[in-house]
């Protein structure tokens, strides 16, 4: 069985300051990793996908993250955060094949202080 | 980007009452879904849904639970009888043959 977890349920930080969003996954093969993000009272945005080749992969706004299998992890960063990234952050599994449906772990909720 | 509506965005009901929750997904996909998030909770899968059948449905995934998609119009998930526990923020969400899930904005059941 597919598994994720985020350690941290919330991270605080200030605005400009660089950010990471740790991401741990459980998973038998080769999985399929995603980041959304949750606005308040709006549904998930996908931020960026890894499937397969770079490891290190490029999102939107200036998000990327890395695909580390020894690690087992998924991390998400960004270099210099604006107070607009404040939301809810998750990291997702989803086996490769389509309409696999997509695990989820518990989410960060992220706060950028001006 | 694609756009995935539901409706209605709100629904308040009394326990034991049927609900019909509406998703309207992106034009040419194919792969459809349901995911439950409880009020500040993960979200979880419920049910996947292609060519008109269910793939697969997840242990929350009740017997109270249908979906359907008639004749290509909405995607809809319907609760007969609800439950107080049925309450929660339904999202949808529908794909193509790749694997990026584009999500709803999610409707809100409140079970009196």
């Known amino acids: 069985a597919q598994s994720v977890t985020q350690p941290d349920a919330r991270v605080t930080v200030s605005e400009g300051a660089s950010l990471q969003l740790r991401c741990k996954y459980s998973y038998s093969g080769t999985p399929y990793l995603f980041w959304y993000v949750q606005y308040p009272r709006q549904g998930l945005q996908l931020l960026l996908k890894y499937y397969s080749g770079d490891p290190v992969v490029q999102g939107v706004n200036g998000f990327e993250a890395e695909f580390i299998k020894s690690n087992s992890s998924f991390h998400l960063r960004k270099a210099s955060v604006h107070w607009s990234d404040s939301a809810v952050y998750f990291c997702a599994v989803s086996y490769n094949n389509a309409g696999a449906k997509l695990t989820f772990g518990g989410g960060t909720r992220l706060t950028v202080r001006p | 980007g694609p756009k995935v509506l539901q409706i209605p965005s709100h629904q308040i009901i009394d326990m034991g009452q049927m609900v019909t929750l509406n998703c309207d997904p992106v034009?040419?996909?194919?792969?459809f879904y349901w995911y439950k998030q409880i009020l500040g909770q993960q979200m979880e899968f419920l049910v996947n849904f292609y060519n008109g059948k269910v793939m697969e449905k997840s242990k929350l995934f009740k017997d109270q639970f249908s979906v359907e998609r008639p004749d290509g119009s909405y995607f809809t998930l319907k609760i007969q009888p609800t439950a107080l526990e049925d309450s929660a923020v339904y999202f949808c969400?529908?794909?193509?043959?790749?694997?990026?899930?584009?999500f709803g904005p999610g409707t809100r059941l409140t079970v009196l």
């Open positions: 969400a529908s794909s193509t043959d790749r694997y990026e899930q584009y």
């Open positions: 034009s040419n996909h194919l792969y």
